[in-house]
């Protein structure tokens, strides 16, 4: 049997667990305002319904205590006829009234004592009811917030490690490859123009070493910038003709490598 018991506290602690993880507080205070109301309009009838009984207990008694006076007057006015038995009749039918007035105030007093504590306890309900109001706006409102920073925790919590955060990392990696393929472009196409510059100059250089072989073959010194007398005069020596065959021949040399 103990165990039976464990294992059932167990269980229904369990279900209460899974019943409050479940509930939402909103709905919750705004069903329980709707319960308070019901239930201050059940009690707003109660109330209602005990002063109608209290009023009709109010006339019955006053019709009570009037017709005992009325009985009273009566015995008076046969005794004073000289109608003794008249007057005792009378008398018999006023003390009827007058227990029954006495029965009357008796539930009187029991109503008006009950009427005032149902109107103590409505008016203690519409404070709660009021009071419950206020408090349900500020509860909502401490529950969307700490809702929407639930949300937000979460999400930022998902940004760290979802599929948009890593297609951002992707792209930035593949931007990142993109540019340094780019550099390595505008490096390779810079230094292509730097060895035709260096091509260029190789070239000179062969030219120079080709005027120096000229004017080394010719026995004369390097060109200064002044031609010869006989050049000036437009007049070729045989020797430099055998001269610039040679130099033909070392160019046509130089092309074919």
Do not use: C
């Not at 009566?74 to 109608?83: E, N, V």
């Not at 951002?168 to 990696?173: A, D, Q, T």
Request: hydrophobic content about 40%; overall charge negative.
């Amino acid at each position: 049997m103990g165990l039976f018991d464990r294992v059932s506290r167990v269980v229904r602690s369990n279900l209460n667990a899974a019943v409050s993880a479940a509930e939402d507080p909103e709905k919750i205070l705004e069903q329980t305002i709707i319960d308070m109301q019901e239930d201050l309009v059940q009690m707003r009838q109660a109330v209602a319904s005990a002063i109608a009984s209290q009023k009709r207990v109010q006339q019955q008694h006053d019709r009570a205590q009037s017709e005992s006076n009325t009985w009273q007057q009566r015995a008076q006015l046969a005794i004073q006829k000289g109608d003794e038995s008249l007057a005792r009749e009378a008398l018999v039918r006023r003390k009827t009234q007058v227990e029954t007035a006495t029965a009357l105030k008796s539930q009187l007093d029991q109503q008006s004592t009950q009427v005032d504590q149902l109107k103590r306890s409505l008016i203690g309900l519409e404070s709660k009811i009021s009071e419950a109001k206020t408090k349900k706006d500020m509860l909502k409102a401490r529950a969307s917030a700490a809702k929407a920073n639930e949300q937000l925790h979460s999400t930022m919590g998902r940004m760290g490690t979802s599929s948009a955060m890593g297609a951002f990392e992707r792209m930035e990696e593949k931007i990142l490859q993109m540019e340094a393929q780019s550099q390595a472009a505008y490096e390779l196409g810079g230094a292509d123009l730097e060895s035709q510059f260096a091509a260029l100059e190789s070239g000179s250089d062969v030219d120079d070493e080709l005027a120096a072989m000229k004017a080394q073959i010719s026995g004369t010194p390097e060109p200064t910038g002044q031609l010869p007398a006989a050049e000036a005069s437009g007049e070729a020596a045989p020797q430099d003709a055998a001269v610039d065959a040679e130099l033909e021949a070392l160019k046509t040399q130089l092309d074919q490598l």
